[in-house]
């Protein structure tokens, strides 16, 4: 009995190390996604771009924080109902469902670490993440527009 209570207080802290380090890995293996400039009014967005059906699934997942004005922008082929969740996002972060033209059709606060789903309200061609709050701090809500999205 002694000897199960000291080998699972040594290997816990020891899974959880390696927990930690298969994360952090997974976090930096991922390659470098191209940046592109957005603006919402006078406010610039630097956002990543994910473009490709491996860079979506991956978003900012394992990420622990995110620079100041930073985000991801999701580019998807063709308008249609998109939903995100955030399994494996360590950061509350809002994402602003965006038409062809960069209307802002609806945004929606994510917790981290849930698999709840969020969807745009009518088909979109763009998502948008941010830190949680951004939007709304920056008074950018519904009908709002973001310029400078790839065609």
Known sequence: MLKRQYTGRVLRPVLHGALALSLAAIAAAQPPLPMRELTAGIHLIHA??????????????????????????????????????????LVPLSVAFLGEDGRVVNIADMAPRTDTAHCAAEPVRYALEMEQGWFASRGIGQAGKIAGLPE
């Open 48 to 89: 990543e771009v994910a473009d490709t059906d491996a860079t979506r699934e991956q978003g900012l997942m394992h990420r622990e924080s995110l620079p100041p004005n930073h985000g991801m922008l999701f580019v998807f082929d063709r308008p249609a109902i998109q939903c995100f969740w955030m399994r494996n996002t």
